[in-house]
């Protein structure tokens, strides 16, 4: 069974035009002065499903970034993590599972040259192509600049358990009431019908409002990185 549902809402933040998104979220929160704290998460929802990206910043300049790809139309969910020195990319880690599990392991050199490439596919290692390389490079540049714009822009994400009384257990164990429209409760209400566990939930907030992203029986506080060890 799909775990999201797609089309339901107006979207707080999507990629689909992801230039024109990013900068009238930038407009809202121009006013806002202070520094976001070091770890912070958020998402965004694109053509092919959602995803979640975890971020951690030092005082050393180096940014650690987690996401979690949920596609819409089938279960294969994807895991990135993508490491930053300042403006220099050092790092790569991508896994793919589902029934044909994929895991890719790139690091660069000061000067960005590949210094070390890993690919496995169902245990079984692969030498992955100039062009490969380039487009995962691509991909963590694109992670990044949005992750910037969604930082600045104050677009959290949140996830948790939907109780019986329409509040939620975040990740953290704190309860929490999000303020859903009609249409987004409705459709949390029908999923926690065909449920005998508490469903989890996924959602941003932002100056904007605040946008449901994905209802499942999985916990997805699984995927949330540990902020002191991550």
Request: glycine share 6%; charged share 25%.
């Amino acid at each position: 069974m799909n775990s999201f549902s797609r089309g339901a809402f107006t979207p707080l933040l999507s990629v689909r035009q992801p230039l024109m998104a990013l900068s009238a979220l930038l407009l809202l929160t121009a006013c806002s002065a202070s520094a976001p704290p070091p770890f912070t998460a958020s998402g965004y929802v694109d053509n092919d499903g959602v995803v979640r990206i975890w971020r951690k910043d030092d005082a050393n300049g180096d940014i650690h970034l987690f996401t979690a790809f949920s596609p819409w139309s089938h279960d294969k969910t994807a895991t990135s993590e993508y490491r930053w020195h300042g403006d220099k990319l050092t790092s790569i880690e991508r896994s793919l599972f589902g029934e044909t599990p994929e895991r890719v392991k790139i690091r660069f050199d000061a000067r960005g040259g590949l210094s070390f490439m890993q690919h496995d596919v169902e245990g079984h290692k692969q030498q992955l192509s100039e062009e490969k390389i380039a487009l995962y490079r691509y991909y963590a540049r694109q992670v990044r600049d949005t992750s910037d714009a969604l930082r600045s822009g104050r677009v959290v994400l949140l996830q948790g358990r939907w109780q019986p009384d329409g509040t939620v257990i975040n990740c953290e164990g704190q309860r929490l009431t999000p303020t859903f429209s009609d249409a987004e409760r409705r459709h949390i209400w029908q999923r926690q019908h065909h449920s005998s566990l508490a469903v989890s939930l996924a959602w941003l907030e932002a100056p904007g409002g605040t946008q449901l992203l994905l209802v499942a029986n999985e916990d997805y506080c699984r995927w949330q990185p540990n902020p002191k060890t991550f």
